[in-house]
């Protein structure tokens, strides 16, 4: 056989194999999956066509990833929208098929979550810096403390601190509008605080608050119609060292005083001398009847 041939038969025999070799290797671009796709019969289990690049997401092949993109996956899902090009862009676990768990990765893609990492911000409302009240011996005053708290996360919980100790905590609490701790204290100077926590751990506290306290102390010596008890004795004329316990009204429905003199000695001299003379009248009575008689 003329070598001319032989050396013809050899390289077409070379080239034969050669393409059988290139053909069994498969298709090796990036971010290629071997996965269904759909054609007219529905879903297949040839392999996907080889793509040379494409983007996790991209589902309309627009070169960037975003709410686009959602909406094509939203359509191909639920309202028969076209199928991604390349089918590999939509597939966001690589679990060969297209469903909600890869539209809610693409939500996540698109829109991530960035975790809040600025503490809250508290505004005291009520009772003002510096509040003063009085009470009765004994008693306690009911005060409402007020606030308001801002934040990017949902709070988890906020604490009254009085004098530096937790006093109430409020678990369920409504950003940006007026929070309510309900406490009774007795006579005494208080300071006051809010500590808030985020769901993130991130702490607030607000500025601190002062009130006072303290019990009734009087300082005046008139006191017109009323009758008052101080220190267990009876009297209306103040005394710079009692306090006060209890005020009884002695005026009338018209506002005027029930008593011609507003001081009990005075009242009670009058009333001996009344004595005095009805009992001077009385003893004469007695003797001219006696002398009368005889």
Same mark, same amino acid.
């Given at each position: ?10 390289a077409l025999i070379i080239l ?22 759909a054609d007219d019969a529905g ?10 690049? $494409? ?55 698109? %829109? ?20 003063? %009240? ?22 988890? %919980? ?31 100077? $208080? ?8 769901? $993130? ?14 019990? $009734? ?25 009692? %306090? ?51």
């Amino acid at each position: 056989m003329n070598k001319s041939i032989i050396l013809l038969l050899s390289a077409l025999i070379i080239l034969a194999f050669a393409g059988f070799a290139f053909a069994g290797s498969g298709n090796t671009g990036t971010n290629i999956h071997n996965v269904p796709v759909a054609d007219d019969a529905g879903l297949s289990n040839n392999p996907a066509p080889f793509i040379e690049d $494409y983007i996790i997401g991209d589902l309309n092949n627009d070169g960037v990833v975003n709410q686009s993109d959602i909406d094509y996956m939203t359509s191909y899902l639920f309202a028969a929208g076209d199928e991604p090009v390349p089918f590999e862009s939509g597939d966001m676990d690589e679990s060969g098929f297209i469903d909600a768990i890869d539209l809610g990765l693409l939500i996540d893609l698109v %829109y991530p979550v960035v975790p809040d990492t600025q503490e809250p911000v508290i505004e005291l409302v009520s009772p003002d810096d510096g509040k003063e %009240y009085k009470v009765d011996i004994g008693d306690k005053k009911s005060l409402s403390f007020m606030f308001k708290v801002s934040d990017d996360s949902n709070i988890s %919980y906020c604490e009254l601190l009085i004098d530096g100790n937790v006093r109430n905590t409020l678990d369920n609490v409504e950003k940006d509008s007026v929070q309510i701790f309900n406490r009774s204290l007795g006579d005494g100077s $208080y300071e006051w605080k809010v500590r808030c926590e985020d769901e $993130y751990g991130n702490v607030g506290v607000s500025d601190k608050w002062g009130i006072d306290i303290s019990k $009734y102390v009087t300082n005046t010596n008139n006191h017109q119609g009323n009758y008052f008890v101080y220190n267990g004795l009876s009297d209306n004329t103040g005394n710079s060292d009692s %306090y006060l316990i209890s005020p009884i009204n002695l005026n009338d429905t018209n506002g005027n005083s029930l008593v011609q003199n507003d001081n009990p000695k005075t009242i009670g001299l009058g009333f001996l001398i009344i004595m005095l003379i009805a009992v001077f009248i009385i003893g004469a009575i007695v003797l001219v009847v006696f002398f009368a008689s005889r």
